[in-house]
């Protein structure tokens, strides 16, 4: 097993790898920009080291900087965490390249699925559906309409080399869609290095439903079911669920076969999460594979009983599946996670600043992730998540009440926070029948704005 860990992240994912990694009786080292230099899971580490000032490009981003930590303190692991350098097949590369264990899929598999239709192409020529779209666009505009009058609009542009719902752009004529591919091809390139975009037709009111599954590195892969993800604003995912309500069990069970059976066929290893739109009579059509932890992870966590730090810990040393998982895995209950976000509840704009006071809940059920204490400063550096509180129950109902009294228990002073929306949320009557899409976020927050100026008025 690694003897000592490199946690090259921030945060609550900082914190909770920290964590399972002292369950593994790992040594770990923690590192920090400026701007992060008093959060208090850095305590959780056996070594801490500066990394830079707050500027992510020069922190968290600099990969020089990362390295030379891994040398000095002669780690033999790095964990990613999400976000970041997690999907940078590169930096991975250059992880091994120093004798380290990257924790996390080899390079190549970070490489093929990172670019978005290469990922579409692996798993189309291994029976994955895929809704109507397009290849690569090149820089011809009667070629990029030619795809979009064939695909049907309206059609969404969108990157091929990044995630995070940046540069994703609708288009329902010629004209919006020739915008869209500018703008969309400038932030790509901007955010991510690479203008490659491609088209896929735009379902206008899905289900975002992905399958979780871990691998080991002698071609054995399973599993951990499904996770609801469909509320979401600007593409970013805000509350999550698993299993998926409303669906029939044999379908979900069905999809989450087919994923297994194709990512053993390509012998991926370690973990991974694969993501699909459903649109009832399409299906579950591929959108994208991540190859890292994801944010969502501790709600598959509740419901299963599986460790997914750990066992992705285990499964990057070179442990078979086998005595990593156990045998059978079933569905125990039902797990909501809310992210918390330090950010305008209406207008989605970040709101940093100091959390002068911060309370979360206990008790049986919940379980909040975080890498913030009360004192601590939520700055405009970063992605501005506070915390995920997840609660775990019985069944979905008792979910959400449980949810509902644990966000009103819940003290954020000193910055703004997303918890009125997450409120409304549960309090809305297509969501607490499961009658859920990806446009139910935005109604929320119309319905919201509503009762505000009726309230001002």
């Known amino acids: 097993m690694f003897d000592k860990v490199l946690v090259a992240n921030r945060g609550a994912v900082a914190a909770r790898v920290l964590r399972a990694l002292k369950q593994l009786g790992i ?105 109507p779209s397009s290849g690569l666009l090149d820089d011809d505009d009667e070629a990029s309409l030619a795809a979009a009058r064939r695909i049907g609009y309206p059609v969404l542009v969108k990157p091929a080399g990044g995630g995070g719902g940046i540069g994703m752009l609708a288009a329902h004529d010629d004209a919006q869609l020739l915008a869209a591919v500018a703008q969309a091809r400038s932030l790509s390139q901007r955010s991510f290095g690479c203008a490659d975009l491609y088209l896929e037709r735009l379902v206008e009111r899905p289900r975002h439903i992905e399958f979780q599954v871990l691998a080991d590195r002698h071609g054995n892969v399973r599993h951990l079911y499904e996770r609801e993800c469909s509320v979401q604003r600007r593409h970013q995912k805000v509350v999550e669920e698993a299993s998926a309500p409303g669906l029939p069990r044999a379908a979900l069970d069905a999809a989450a076969d087919r994923v297994t059976r194709i990512l053993a066929d390509m012998r991926y290893d370690v973990i991974g999460t694969v993501e699909t739109l459903y649109d009832g009579a399409g299906g579950f059509n591929f959108l994208e594979m991540n190859t890292r932890l994801q944010v969502e992870h501790a709600v598959t966590e509740a419901v299963t009983g599986i460790d997914l730090v750990q066992a992705q810990v285990r499964l990057a040393w070179g442990e078979r599946l086998d005595a990593v998982l156990p045998s059978s895995i079933g569905l125990n209950g039902h797990a909501i996670e809310a992210r918390i976000y330090a950010e305008d509840p209406l207008r989605f704009l970040p709101s940093p600043g100091p ?38 129950a019985e069944d979905r109902p008792r979910a959400l009440a449980a949810l509902e009294e644990a966000l009103r228990a819940t003290v954020v002073e000193g910055v703004k926070t997303n918890i009125p929306f997450v409120l409304a949320l549960l309090r809305n009557e297509r969501f607490v029948n499961a009658d859920i899409d990806t446009g139910l976020a935005a109604e929320v927050v119309r319905d919201m704005k509503t009762a505000a100026a009726a309230n001002a008025a």
Do not use: C
């Open 27 to 131: 040594r770990t080292v923690a590192v920090y920009s400026e701007a992060d230099r008093d959060l208090p899971y850095l305590a959780w580490a056996d070594e801490t080291r500066a990394i830079g000032p707050a500027d992510a490009r020069a922190s968290y981003l600099n990969q020089d900087a990362l390295l030379a930590v891994l040398a000095e303190t002669r780690a033999d692991g790095l964990h990613p965490g999400y976000g970041f350098l997690a999907e940078n097949a590169g930096f991975a590369r250059r992880v091994a390249a120093q004798g380290a264990g990257f924790i996390g899929p080899g390079a190549d598999w970070i490489e093929a699925m990172g670019h978005k239709t290469r990922a579409r192409d692996l798993m189309a020529a291994r029976g994955m559906p895929l809704g």
């Open 355 to 392: 959390l002068a006071r911060l309370e979360w809940p206990s008790g049986p059920g919940i379980r909040v992730e975080t890498g913030y204490a009360q004192g601590s400063r939520v700055t405009p550096y970063y992605d501005p998540m506070i915390a995920k509180l997840i609660v775990h």
